[in-house]
């Protein structure tokens, strides 16, 4: 059951690229030619993500706050609608490997104390709903390991300092499955850190 959850994210994700890369997005039939040959509309000047996309084309980023320290969640895959500004909705996308393959992008949380939660903070844009994953260590590297589920729920405005979520102590690998719902252009991206 659960292969077959993942392989088909995995095609959604695929048929979404290709449609992405044919369809094509951001053209504006306002925009004067020469103001665009001379490098001067668009987002020329704004602050670009790792992924070379401008920052309001991204995904929201995830900040968790743990044991008093603040890490940045990895983004993995993702599928992203946004509004290019001129009313047209426009969607990119992530093909990264699955969390439990990125051991070495992974932020590694530590614990200093009995701390069994984690709080998620979202840059922007909270998500509708969020289910969490976890994994023990030993399914780094595996595409198809056991996980359990530690929590899952619907967010609103109550949540928008962020929202606690269980975090067990010991060697654990976890995967935030974000969803925004808009009416047919749903978003989903995935997180990950793993605690030590």
């Known amino acids: 059951m659960k292969k077959l959850t993942v392989k088909k994210f995995a ?4 048929v979404f690229a290709l449609v992405f890369s044919v369809v ?21 000047g704004s602050d670009m993500t790792m992924e070379g996309l401008p920052l309001e084309e ?8 743990y044991s ?11 599928l992203w609608y946004y509004d290019d500004g001129y009313g047209n909705m426009c969607i990119t996308s992530s093909e990264a490997s699955p969390i439990l393959l990125q051991q070495n992008n992974l932020p590694g949380l530590t614990s200093s104390g009995n701390t069994s939660k984690a ?8 998500p509708d709903k969020i289910t969490v994953k976890r994994w023990s260590e030993d399914a780094w590297g595996q595409y198809f ?10 967010l609103d405005s109550s949540h928008a300092d962020g929202i606690d979520i ?10 935030i499955v974000a969803q925004w719902m808009d009416g047919g252009n749903d978003s989903t ?8």
């Not at 094509?24 to 020329?44: I, K, L, M, V």
Request: aromatic fraction near 16%; proline fraction near 5%; include cysteine.
């Open 145 to 154: 390991a056991e996980y359990t589920v530690v929590f899952e729920s619907n």
């Open 58 to 65: 991204a995904p929201p980023t995830l900040a968790i706050r």
């Open 166 to 175: 269980p975090v067990e102590r010991g060697a654990y690998i976890y995967e």
């Open 68 to 78: 008093g320290i603040h890490y940045t969640a990895f983004r993995g895959a993702y």
């Open 11 to 14: 095609v959604l994700l695929t």
């Open 189 to 196: 991206v995935c997180y990950g850190f793993y605690t030590k």
């Open 24 to 44: 094509g997005c951001g053209f504006n039939p306002y925009e004067d030619q020469d103001t665009a040959d001379a490098g001067e509309s668009g987002n020329a």
């Open 119 to 126: 709080t998620l903070v979202w840059s922007k844009n909270m």
